[in-house]
């Protein structure tokens, strides 16, 4: 239970928390001053403020979103619910709560291995000419190629496999 | 005649208030008792004084006592103890249990509040009823019961009520809860923030799920410069009609501080109003996620949002910049000719004397920075290459046909 040291700031009703993205428990949120209260079925858990970032919200399936956050710098935390709930809770935390490695005040509404894999789709392929194109450090890009070649989604050439032409068609072309 | 009506919202909030006044005479009683104290799941109801005996249930005799808290704010508590404790342990017991939720709520609201404890003969439950309508139906028809029970061994040693008129709401409403007050305003403003965002947020699903943009609407935006000819782009009136059909403001207007870089003035932000007290500057993260929102979800516009000025840190008017991700400028920019036309610059080291359609197509791709124009000769840059490759690999926009307008409407 919340001492009484603590000022409710709201609460939000209709949420369900994970933190590994797999299993969910349905949960209550309560924003205080200093913590963050989740109520699930096995009771309340604190999770202080003051270790407590934002990372981003992601859209999930149906009319449903995700609030992403870190307990510390490594541990993730899931907040998910419906789009309008999930949106109102994320600005609403976001007056007191920091956003994890953002630069002050902006957030960002993109991905940059969206833009990767749009490039290497379109046939751009090497990273000096990505560069320009999507405004990244070409140490960025390299370490995005990596990646998506670790998981087959394109060849060392930057061809896009049917793995990864696959990942750009669910995406759509917006 | 008062009429007491809540949102499911702030009926919320005061069962949580509900929830810290009983949890802070549960624990009185439990150091106490000497044991510990069970609380049972709590309800919350808007009843009729009329009906009270809906509320006061039960046959077994209590000793019922009555607790006004005065001070800021106000409430009544009812307890109804059972018999078997006797007059003088309730009398000790109720005293403990008041002054620590006394003095719990005096912190929470920031008030010193002092509550009187009268214990009444013992009884039946409803034998208190005509006491309890004399207290608390002066002059309104509707009070909330907030109802819990307080166990010890399984076995109930008090029902607990806290009590609250038409009065004693509107006084909690208006209490200033220190420390926040700066940022949210009063405990009612406090709980509306979230409620308003939440309307806001709510319009603007809304709007993103029923709303298609036609691209040929996005390019247009995308290739006009002219600040005052842009304001007449359909894309501008939409954005304007969207921000403020989700209740972001009025006063709208869009300029451009580069071509991949956006200005968003709100001359009259509600956003800031939602958050009244605050006087942090740049708190309008409502504008900002919304813009997003708009550009990624919308325009399939990648961004990035900040909120440059903002009209609680005594700036004119709330100002968002947003960047737009290049690459999905460059998506949606070409129309027309206009690739057929950078191949042909590609191809030719210059091309001087352009027609003035192609000069027009050449100096809205210089200002991306895919050509340059000097002393009439346009040129294809670095970046302009490697735009070409993008572009001409671009797909086929899976239905094109559905962005046009039918005949009927064009």
Redesign the interface.
Known sequence: ??T??E???????DLYFSINYKEWKKCIL?ST?LNVWLRTQEGWIKFPNDKLSIQE?KKASG?SSVLIMYIGDKNKAFLGGK???I??L???L???LPTKGD?L???????SK??VL??L????RRPE?IM????REYDEIVEILREFEREGICTKAGILTEKGRLIMMEEG?? | MKELYLSEFKK??LK?LG??SA??AANALSEMLGGKVNVTAPDLNVVKISNMGEVVEGDEDVIPVYSRLFGGISGSVIMLFASRYGPEKVEQWSSGMMLSLG???S??FGVSLKPTVTVLPAGKPSSILDYLRSKLGKGVEKAIFFRTRFMHSSSTVCHFFLSLNYDDVSYIMKAQ?P??TE??GSFSE??E??EK??V???K??DILKNTRVPKEEIRSFLRNFDPDDVKEEALYKRLVDILSGCDIGEGITISRISPLELLFRVEDCNVCKI?PASK?G??C??T??TL??I???L?????????VECAKNSADACVHQVSM????V??VLPEGDDIEFLERLADTAELPNLPSRELRIADVYAQYGVTTMKDGIVTLT??GR??L???????R??NPASEEKPPWES
């Open positions: 239970m919340k009484a040291e000022k409710l700031l709201f609460k939000v009703n309560a001053d919200v009319d789009q309008p709930i949106y109102s994320y600005n609403a976001m007056s007191f630069s005040g902006a957030i960002k509404f993109t991905d969206r833009l749009r490039a789709y379109q046939g751009v000419n320009p194109l999507v405004k072309y917006k | 919320d909030a949580e929830n810290m949890s802070h003095n719990a709520m912190r929470f809860i420390e926040f940022e949210y406090l709980l923030t979230f965002l939440k806001v947020e709510i603007l699903y958050i942090k740049n708190i993260y409502t900002t996620t997003g929102r550009f990624s979800e325009l399939g516009i990648g961004c990035e949002v900040r909120e991700e290049q690459l999905d460059f998506h670095d970046l490697i735009f490759t993008f572009a001409k690999n671009k797909p926009e899976e």
